[in-house]
C-alpha cells in the first residue's frame, strides 16, 4: 500500500503556492516511503470534479492507499458536504488524512472535529471570493462597462473611455444593421411569423455577414436584445412593468443610448421570457431601432412565450395579459366539469405558491366579455378625439411621458412614508399627492390626445377587427389585445386595465 500525495491550484499567481512546492512539502511526510503523486491544475476546490482526484479517490476504492496527504486542506475541498463524503470514503478503507503544514491527526474526536470547523472556515473564504468578485463586476455593469462575451450581431467593438476608465463599447455596422432592421420591421407586422421571417431571408439570399445560418432561435434571440433599442420612455416603462431592476431614471431615457439587459444578482430559476430582477443599464452605444418598433416585437415575443400552443380552444384570448393584483404574477387557465368550463386562477396560489389568489373566482367567459366590451368601449372614446399634429409634438410628447413617470414615482416615495407619519407630515403628504396626482391626469389627458394622429391608422384596423370578432382566430383575438392592452390585474373583484393607447 502506498500514501497519496494530492496538490492541487487552480490559477497560477505569484502569491499562491505551486503545485510543484505543495508536493514537496508533502514527500516530507512520507519519509522516504513509496507514494503515488496526483494533482490537479486549474481546477476549483468548490467541487470534487477533478481528474487527479477522482483518480486517488478510485485507487482507494480498490486498497491501493493507506494514508493521504496535501499541504493544506483547502487544497483537497473547500465544500463542506464534499469533504465529509470523502471523510466517509476514508474512513469505510481505512484511510489516515495528514495536512502537512496544519498537522491534523483524523484518529482522534478533537482532530476530527478540527477538520470539520476548518472546512467550514474554508468553504466561507470562497463564497466570499465569490460574492467580492460578483458585487466588482455588477459594480462595473452598472457604470456601462464592455464585460467581455459575443459582440451582437450588427455591432463591432471599439475603444473608449467611461469614468476615466479605458474600455470598449459597441459601434454600429451598417451592412449587419440594415439587415436587423429588415427583421424588425417584418416581426412587427403580426402577419409574419419567425418562420416567415428566416424563409424570406432565404429565398432573397440575404445572408448572415458572420457566416452562420439564419435560424428561428438566433432570430427570437436578436429580438429580445434591448441592445439595439432606441431607449426612451416606453421603453423604460416596459421594463418597469415587467418588474426589472433599472439602474439609470427615467430621465436618462431619452431615446438616443441603447440598454444592456443582466441577469441580476439575485439567483432565479424563473424561465428566460420572465425579466423580474433583471438588472437593465443604459449602454454608451447609440440604438438603431426605434421603440415602438422594438417594443411591438419584445411584446409579441413575450406573448409567445407565455400563451399555450396547444389545446387553444381550453385557453383564453387574454393569457399572458391578466395578472394577480396582489402578487403580480399571472394567472392561468383552469379547466372544471361546470358549466362554466375554464376559470383564471393565479399561478402562484396553491400548494407550491404563497398567494392566497386573486380573492374571487374569475371565470374566463365572464371575463373575456366583459373585456371586449371595455376594448369597444375604449375605441369609443378615441373615435370621438380630435386630431392634434405639431412638428415638434414627438418631442414634447417623450417629455410628457418621462415627467408622468417621474410623478408616479414621486406619488409611490411619499405613500411609503404614510406608516408612522405624524400629523403635521401626513397633511404635506395627502396636499403633494392630490397635486401630483392632478398634474398626472392632465398629462394623461394631453399624451393620449396627442397620440391620437400616430394611432388613428391601426386604431381604424382594430375596429374593424372588434366589429368582426367572431369570426377573428384565436392568434388574432391575442394580436388586437397585444395592441391594445398592456396588463389586466385583478384583486378582490377589482379590474384595473392598463392600456397601450
Known sequence: ????????????????????????????????????????????????????????????????????????????????????????????????????????DTSTPIGRAMLNICIVFAQLERETIQKRVTDAYYARCKRGFYMGGRVPYGYHLTNTVIDNVRTSMYEEVPEESEQLKLIYSMYADTDNSLGDIVRYLNEHQIKNLRGANWSTARISEMLRNPVYVEADIDVYQFFQSQGANIYNPASDFTGYNACYLYKGTVSTTRKQCDLSDKEIVLAPHKGFIPSKT?????????????????????????????????????????????????????????????????????????????????????????????????????????????????????????????????????????????????????????????????????????????????????????????TLIKVIRIADGNIEITWNI
Not at 493544506?72 to 476514508?90: H, Q, V, Y
Request: charged letters at 30%.
Open 1 to 104: 500500500m502506498y500514501d497519496a500525495l494530492y496538490a492541487r491550484q487552480s490559477i497560477e499567481k505569484k502569491d499562491s503556492i505551486s503545485v510543484e512546492s505543495q508536493l514537496e512539502y508533502c514527500r516530507y511526510e512520507t519519509h522516504g516511503e513509496a507514494c503515488i503523486e496526483y494533482t490537479d491544475k486549474g481546477f476549483s476546490g468548490k467541487d470534487t470534479n477533478r481528474p487527479g482526484f477522482e483518480k486517488m479517490m478510485n485507487d482507494i476504492r480498490t486498497g491501493k492507499i493507506k494514508r493521504v496527504i496535501v499541504y493544506k486542506l483547502d487544497r483537497i475541498s473547500r465544500s463542506i458536504l464534499d469533504f465529509a463524503n470523502m471523510m466517509e470514503i476514508f474512513q469505510k478503507y481505512h484511510v489516515e488524512f495528514v495536512s502537512s503544514t496544519e498537522k491534523f
Open 294 to 482: 422594438w417594443l411591438a416585437c419584445r411584446i409579441r415575443c413575450l406573448n409567445n412565450r407565455q400563451s399555450t400552443k396547444t389545446c387553444k380552444p381550453k385557453n383564453s384570448w387574454l393569457v399572458g395579459k391578466v395578472k394577480c393584483g396582489n402578487c403580480g404574477y399571472a394567472l392561468t387557465i383552469r379547466k372544471a366539469k361546470t358549466k362554466w368550463g375554464r376559470y383564471f386562477v393565479c399561478s402562484q396560489s396553491g400548494n407550491h405558491g404563497n398567494c392566497k389568489g386573486a380573492g374571487c373566482t374569475i371565470y374566463a367567459d365572464v371575463l373575456e366579455e366583459y373585456m371586449l366590451s371595455a376594448i369597444k368601449e375604449r375605441l369609443s372614446e378615441f373615435q370621438k378625439l380630435s386630431c392634434v399634429t405639431d412638428t415638434g409634438e414627438a418631442q414634447k410628447n417623450m417629455t410628457k411621458k418621462i415627467r408622468l413617470t417621474q410623478i408616479e414615482e414621486e406619488i409611490e416615495e411619499l405613500l411609503s412614508k404614510v406608516s408612522g407619519a405624524s400629523g403635521v407630515l401626513m397633511k404635506y403628504i395627502d396636499e403633494k399627492v392630490s397635486e401630483l396626482d392632478t398634474e398626472r391626469k392632465a398629462l394623461q389627458e394631453e399624451i393620449v390626445t396627442a397620440n391620437v394622429t400616430d394611432t388613428e391608422g391601426r386604431l381604424k384596423q382594430i375596429t374593424n377587427h372588434v366589429k368582426a370578432w367572431e369570426t377573428l382566430s384565436f392568434e388574432d383575438r391575442q394580436a388586437v389585445v397585444d
